[in-house]
């Protein structure tokens, strides 16, 4: 049973470069949220998806940054136009659905280093 | 309202000590709390959660002690070993809401042999 799956695991992008992050939930999961994780920071929502719906995009930035979870496939998040602030790491955590258990799984996280 | 405070920063026990960090918060629509470990270069791993209609939970040498009251919440690591070097978060979520959680700012673990 695969946990949550993230790619790339580190990815290193210059200034003005787009980054897109790929998140494929656990099995059996239709809901994804998006964290963010600033050296020696605790994690920080961003954006809660379920299949082709954003529910909760509350702790995204207003410009630069987009979500998705399409029907197919996994849920982007994408980083237009990259500043030396974006870099940190981007965690994704699925969960069964609406209702109990409550609980998040997270994926082991893509570093994005922007140079 | 939204935020998790925890405390210690950091913290150093000797290997078969007990492990205690606080978390305390604001936002009394709060209804579950789980504690999440993570090792350099990984995600956070669920360690154990509670809903406030109880006052502690124990997982094997994991325990969750709940004060609705003062709301506040604290993980103990009985018997700690040096395996359980990590960073330990708090969070928080609103169940009827959208589920996301507020995270507090971690609590760096050393256990020494």
């Known amino acids: 049973n695969a946990g949550v799956m993230q790619n790339p695991r580190h990815l290193v992008r210059r200034r003005g470069q787009e980054a897109r992050l790929r998140c494929s939930p656990m099995?059996?999961?239709?809901?994804v949220y998006w964290y963010r994780q600033l050296p020696e920071e605790g994690l920080k929502f961003m954006v809660y998806?379920?299949?082709?719906?954003?529910?909760?995009e509350s702790g995204m930035p207003k410009e630069r940054f987009s979500a998705e979870f399409p029907k197919e496939g996994p849920s982007i998040l994408r980083i237009q136009q990259v500043v030396r602030g974006d870099s940190a790491a981007y965690f994704c955590?699925?969960?069964?659905?609406?209702?109990?258990?409550?609980?998040?799984?997270f994926g082991p996280g893509t570093r994005l280093t922007v140079t | 309202q939204q935020q998790v405070k925890q405390s210690p920063q950091s913290l150093i026990v000797q290997k078969g000590g007990i492990s205690i960090i606080n978390c305390a918060y604001e936002?009394?629509?709060?209804?579950?709390f789980p504690w999440y470990q993570q090792f350099p270069g990984k995600g956070p791993a669920l360690l154990i959660a509670?809903?406030?209609?109880?006052s502690e939970k124990k997982e094997g040498r994991f325990t969750i002690s709940f004060n609705k009251s003062a709301k506040q919440f604290s993980l103990h690591i009985m018997d700690s070993q040096p395996g359980d070097s990590a960073t330990y978060f708090c969070?928080?979520?609103?169940?009827?809401?959208?589920?996301?959680?507020?995270f507090g700012t971690g609590t760096r673990l050393k256990v020494l042999a």
């Open positions: 955590a699925s969960s069964p659905g609406a209702g109990p258990p409550y609980e998040q799984y």
């Open positions: 099995k059996g999961h239709s809901h």
């Open positions: 998806l379920q299949k082709e719906n954003i529910i909760d």
């Open positions: 936002n009394t629509a709060f209804d579950y």
């Open positions: 509670i809903r406030p209609d109880v």
């Open positions: 969070a928080a979520s609103v169940t009827s809401g959208t589920y996301k959680y507020i």
